[in-house]
Structures are given as structure tokens and as C-alpha cells.
Nanobody, 121 residues
């Protein structure tokens, strides 16, 4: 089970940290990722991270602004959002799978229910 938290209202240029809590003793074996879906748009890939956290993958739209990290001891994955823009407004979802390709293309087996991020002044 994946549960997201940390969403809310943030001003343009500000920062926010999203957290995904994974239950289960084997959560460290999963590739994990973040996706988002803005109103009226399709869900899109944001970032992903390998099991050990040594490899990360980011969409071009967030590269240099968002950082994904994980703490396997706590069973958590984070999305550090910096220099946010209005176009970052969306519901953010956490996803996990044992296969990297499944996380990258959005076909992963495990999903959270999402947390809303609104970027507005």
C-alpha cells in the first residue's frame, strides 16, 4: 500500500516536499516513482528512483527543479519540489513496481490515491 502526503498550496517559486509511505517489509525491493495529473490532462511521468536510490530519472519538465529520494529504513519516497511553477499544479501519485520499465511507463502494479499540489499566488 502506498500513501502520499505533503500536498497543499504553494506560491510560485516556492518549495514543497511530498512523501510516499510504503507499507510492507519488501518495499525496498521496488522501483518507485512519481506521476502527476493536471485538470483536463493525461497523467504524466515526473520522476523515478532505483531500489537502492543510486539511480534517478526525471522528466525534462522538472529536471533541475525536482529531486526524488528514498529512505528504505523508513519505507518512504520523497519528491522535493523546488522553484515550482503554476504548471506544476496537479494531483501527484506515487507508484511502485519490481520492474523499472513499469514505473517509467506508468504500468506499475502499485499506486497511491494521490495528493493535490496547487501552485498559486
Amino acid at each position: 500500500q502506498l500513501v502520499e502526503s505533503g500536498g497543499g498550496l504553494v506560491q510560485p517559486g516556492g518549495s514543497l516536499r511530498l512523501t510516499c509511505a510504503a507499507s510492507g517489509r519488501s518495499s525496498w525491493t521496488y522501483y518507485m516513482g512519481w506521476f502527476r495529473q493536471a485538470p483536463g490532462k493525461e497523467r504524466e511521468f515526473v520522476a523515478a528512483i532505483s531500489q537502492g536510490g543510486d539511480s534517478t530519472y526525471e522528466a525534462d519538465s522538472v529536471k533541475g527543479r525536482f529531486i526524488i529520494s528514498r529512505d528504505n529504513a523508513r519505507g518512504t519516497v520523497y519528491l522535493h519540489m523546488n522553484s515550482v511553477k503554476s504548471e506544476d499544479t496537479a494531483v501527484y501519485y506515487c507508484a511502485g513496481d519490481t520492474r523499472l520499465r513499469s514505473v517509467l511507463d506508468g504500468s506499475g502494479n502499485y499506486w497511491g490515491k494521490g495528493t493535490l499540489v496547487t501552485v498559486s499566488s
